[in-house]
């Protein structure tokens, strides 16, 4: 990790510091901590299913589409156990 890239660093320096001092200073310093999102990746199987379903309907009239109820199903969570991210 970055932490422990610094740690080594330091400690090349001549300084003997803990992963907890670098978090703190850098925290101190405005810099905070986050992990990378992940990408729900589709399967190609999934890939297919969606081209095929966009291929079948593309030339269908505009008024079925107007019967169709649209829902979106993101997960997304401000506050909790997914906040650092």
Do not use: Y
Not at 50 to 56: G, I, M, N, P
């Amino acid at each position: 990790t970055i932490r422990e890239d610094l740690v080594n660093d330091v400690k090349r320096a001549g300084t003997t510091v803990s992963t907890v001092t670098i978090s703190n200073t850098l925290h101190r310093h405005g810099l905070k901590s986050c992990s990378a999102r992940k990408v729900p990746l589709l399967k190609p199987a999934r890939v297919q299913a969606r081209l095929k379903f966009a291929k079948d309907h593309l030339d269908g009239p505009e008024e079925a589409w107007e019967k169709v109820m649209w829902s979106d199903e993101t997960k997304i969570e401000l506050f909790g156990i997914n906040s650092t991210r």
